[in-house]
Nanobody
Framework: QVQLVESGGGLVQPGGSLRLSCAAS????????MGWYRQAPGKQRELVAT???????NYADSVKGRFTIARANAKNTVYLEMLTLKPEDTAVYYC??????????????WGKGTLVTVSS
């Protein structure tokens, strides 16, 4: 029933910016936390940033100062503003959320990913 749909990926030159969006839909009662992960070719999936329902954020060291995660709770949407993009930011970015749907326990959901390519 619950789905996460990412959007906003694409091709950007080094130093450029992108804004990713992820909208959760379905039989949602509440969302505890949302976040972004990424996976580059040949590498493990890694945490990029998370945000809880109260706005507390956490960032990977590699993106601190460049990326900002934000959340629109009323829309069940999370954003990732990415500035000063580098080639090493190239990856498939996945949205993640911990969601309660009236059927305990809270479940973890994943989007299918959106590709970000940083290249000149």
């Amino acid at each position: 029933q619950v789905q996460l749909v990412e959007s906003g990926g694409g091709l950007v030159q080094p130093g450029g910016s992108l804004r990713l969006s992820c909208a959760a839909s379905g039989s949602i009662v509440s969302i505890n936390s949302m976040g972004w992960y990424r996976q580059a070719p040949g590498k493990q999936r890694e945490l990029v940033a998370t945000i809880n329902s109260g706005g507390r954020t956490n960032y990977a060291d590699s993106v601190k100062g460049r990326f900002t995660i934000a959340r629109a709770n009323a829309k069940n949407t999370v954003y990732l503003e990415m500035l000063t993009l580098k080639p090493e930011d190239t990856a498939v970015y996945y949205c993640n959320a911990d969601i309660y749907t009236n059927q305990p326990p809270v479940m973890t959901y994943w989007g299918k990913g959106t590709l970000v390519t940083v290249s000149s």
